[in-house]
């Protein structure tokens, strides 16, 4: 006994040996009652320092798992144990509803594609890890601990941290939103604050219009909500107006999902004109829309083109999703709401039920690296290097792809279309075999189409492996189209 202990390192020693006799205990190896090893005695069996047994024994006093008799020694104390309960077991699978079954079918992590070390994978559109600031990070970080620490730690407030809610404003304002009548509601990240409208939002219809294709997040949560999805094909500088206004007049929808800005999938940016009309036709037909506001940031080319919020002036029909994760760092799970103030009050409350708050600590971090003047110059470098990718990228597709159609205006990733009639996820099998991997298209559909697409993610690719994956995808396009 006590000859198997080994100590890892990273963790104190004495932390070490209370957990191990702590498990001791509740496996009842030993029992009630038992004596303990004296601590010199234990200290040569565990080959650890005499003061390490000490401040174990005394741990597990304060526990109240073991009691000293003066003179004596450390004894095990008598635990109450709970009464035994029959043994049972239930078939979970049955007791999933289907909002669970719909969650676990549509998860990509647990059903899409599984890569093999040293596989050159363009599956991921997550910033570069090797771009992050740390060193601007930890000061930010440090900063904010060293000016209120002790209420960082505590419980913060559901609506969000006051002072990053009031630069967020100010830097949604910057990007040519009308502020009155709006407020802003930090969340946990796009994903949350999708949940959190749709959740607050009165199903009259049950539909949503949005692009096709379009994000697959937002897919996932619009079914796992019971909405049906209407789908409005792509042109080079964004949604089809026609095909929308047909939709519009053919049925009422409860609001319509846009993602203007470096659209995930197709990295279209919708032109400025485009955005007048669609916000026109959407304002006639009454038809409250939620922005994405996906990688606005990321613009490699032209002038700057505002957000759908700031084309509504005063207006209250545009809900906005704002984040950092695909600018910043991911890690910081801070995200948040611009919308009509009525709008905010409700989903505070509604958040306040579901997670209390977003992390004040992460929060904080945000708003310090903010303040300290650092966004902008992380996005100078960011920009450029993944312009020079992006260019890199683009001129490898051209270089060897038999595509149809390449999008993709800024942003992390590219979108090809092949020839209708193709399969990417055909020609995944067989690129995987040959040690490369793409996110096929069909899955950003909302109606089973685009099979003939794909979405290649570059920003986590070194030059050598973009030239190299690509080459190996258009040998296997080719050799595979020229079949069919």
Known sequence: MYQDFKLVEGRPAYVQVKEYLKRMIMKSVLQPHQKLPSTRELSELMSVSRNTIISAYLGLEEEGLVYTVKGKGS???QITASAAAPSWRLDWQERMNEQARMAEAMDLMKHGIRAERGTISFTSIAPNEKLFDLGNVKRAFLDRMAVEGEVLLNYG????????????????EQKGVDLAGKDLLITNGFTEGLDLVLSSLTKRSGAVICENPTHHTAIKNLRLHGYEITGIGMERDGIDLE?????LRRQSFDCA?????????TGIVMSPEKRLELMKLLTRYQVPVIEDGFNEELRYSGSHVS?????VGQGNGVIYLGSFSKVLFPGLRVGWVLADQELIY????????RSIHTSTLDQSILYQYLLNGNLDKYLRKARTEYKRKYEWTKQCCEAYLPYNRLTGDGGLHLFVSFSEGADTRQLLEICKQRGVIFTPGDIFHTDGTGQHTMRLGFSRVSDEDIEAGIRIIGEAAREMFTQT
């Open 307 to 311: 957000p759908l919020i700031a084309a």
């Open 346 to 353: 409700y989903l505070e409350s509604l958040k306040r039920a």
């Open 257 to 265: 999902y846009l993602v203007p800005s470096y659209h995930n999938p």
């Open 243 to 247: 095909q929308l206004e047909q939709a």
């Open 157 to 172: 407030y559901a609506k969000g941290y006051k002072p990053l809610i009031d630069l967020l404003k100010q830097y949604m």
């Open 75 to 77: 004894y095990i104390a």
